[in-house]
């Protein structure tokens, strides 16, 4: 069983406390403090975390390479990193390695054998022990993947074990069957869904008029992601995309407030101005 503890509120980590015969494996990019007596490493293949390149592979050097490589190929395609951190003890009984998002929000720790298996939208992933498995699976309708702006490709868990996971904002948890047995979500919102849910995009609004309508005014995209069946979906209170335009929006702005770079007299001319308008 794996020791670990959520910290924090708006900015969460956590805190693993690994055995001497437990593993971890990370999406680069997450870790972020760890005893001296973890060690980790870079590793292309997820096999590395087991061990089982025979296995899986069919034995041999050329075996390990070209699993390697589909690995890397199939991440890359997702649009994640090559590589993978992997975390084990190298002296004592036990150390602590943490890791955190690289976004604001919550981590959700999930034993994966309570969904059997999990997809995993890009950047949602974060640490999961080495006996989870990933893999990647393509979403059952090709046209959810182009259009929905998350790609076609999902992260998959299986087997047994500690997934963790993030959120921009805030975990919501909703079972479409407790609603019709059908929800539809901004595209950016969707975090995870278990395998009894079936994942498509649909058009917002019924005709071309409302669907230019709806891009033009209304704020949002084209496309809304529909989740349907009788299972769980985790979904996330906060759009990334939408908060990396409201970011990139503010940060653009002059202030009074701001007195970095010079900007401080563009901030003045700017409230001189409001106050009264032709006059300055």
């Known amino acids: 069983m794996l020791n670990y503890k959520i910290v924090g509120n708006a900015m969460q980590q956590v805190v693993v406390e690994l055995g001497a015969d437990q593993t971890m494996y990370s999406e680069a990019g997450k870790f972020l403090w760890?005893?001296?007596?973890?060690?980790?490493?870079?590793?292309?293949?997820?096999g590395d975390k087991k061990g089982h390149f025979e296995e899986k592979s069919g034995g041999g050097f050329m075996g390990k390479f070209m699993d390697t490589a589909v690995t890397v190929g199939k991440r890359k395609l997702a649009g994640e990193s090559a590589a993978f951190q992997v975390f084990n003890v190298t002296h004592g009984e036990s150390g602590l390695v943490t890791f955190s998002q690289t976004i604001p929000g919550e981590i959700k720790a999930i034993n994966i054998e309570d969904f059997g298996v999990l997809y995993v939208q890009k950047d949602g992933f974060l640490a999961a022990e080495n006996t989870v498995d990933?893999?990647?699976?393509?979403?059952?309708?090709?046209?959810?993947g182009f259009f929905g702006g998350e790609g076609f490709i999902l992260e998959k868990f299986?087997?047994?074990?500690?997934?963790?996971?993030?959120?921009?904002?805030?975990?919501?948890?909703i079972n479409p069957a407790d609603y019709g047995g059908k929800i539809q979500i901004d595209t950016g919102a969707l975090v995870a869904f278990d395998k009894n849910i079936d994942y498509d995009i649909e058009w917002v609004g019924g005709s071309v008029g409302q669907v230019a309508k709806n891009l033009l005014f209304g704020g949002e995209g084209l496309f809304?992601?529909?989740?349907?069946?009788?299972?769980?979906?985790l979904?996330?209170?906060?759009?990334?995309?939408?908060?990396?335009?409201?970011?990139?929006?503010?940060?653009?702005?002059?202030s009074p407030e701001?007195?970095?770079?010079g900007?401080?007299?563009?901030?003045?001319?700017?409230?001189?101005?409001?106050?009264g308008g032709d006059k300055f």
């Open 263 to 275: 900007k401080m007299l563009g901030g003045l001319g700017s409230l001189l101005g409001e106050l």
């Open 134 to 144: 990933f893999d990647i699976a393509l979403t059952k309708k090709i046209g959810a």
């Open 235 to 254: 979904i996330q209170s906060m759009n990334i995309t939408s908060l990396a335009r409201t970011l990139f929006r503010n940060a653009t702005k002059s």
């Open 224 to 233: 809304l992601a529909t989740l349907s069946g009788n299972g769980k979906v």
């Open 34 to 46: 760890k005893t001296d007596n973890i060690k980790f490493e870079t590793s292309f293949n997820v």
């Open 158 to 173: 299986s087997d047994v074990g500690t997934l963790f996971i993030g959120a921009c904002g805030n975990f919501i948890e």
């Open 258 to 261: 701001d007195r970095s770079s």
